[in-house]
């Protein structure tokens, strides 16, 4: 007896006290994502076999 009169009570203080709505302004997600390393690893490869496939105008 308790517990349905604790459930029929909890369900009546949550009945109409949700509201979900969606944000007025887009949700931004900033991601700074650093490549500059792999990058400069890749310019650096081509760069040494651009050196060692014309050693002659080096």
């Known amino acids: 007896m308790v517990k349905t009169?604790?459930?029929v009570a909890g369900a009546a203080m949550l009945?109409?006290?949700?509201n979900v709505s969606a944000p007025e302004e887009?949700?931004?997600i900033e991601l700074n994502i650093n490549i500059r390393?792999?990058?400069l690893y890749r310019?650096?490869?081509d760069a040494a076999?651009?050196?060692d496939e014309n050693a002659d105008i080096f």
């Open 37 to 39: 390393a792999e990058v």
């Open 15 to 18: 009945n109409g006290c949700i």
């Open 43 to 45: 310019l650096a490869e």
């Open 5 to 7: 009169g604790l459930l």
């Open 49 to 51: 076999n651009t050196v």
């Open 26 to 28: 887009p949700i931004v």
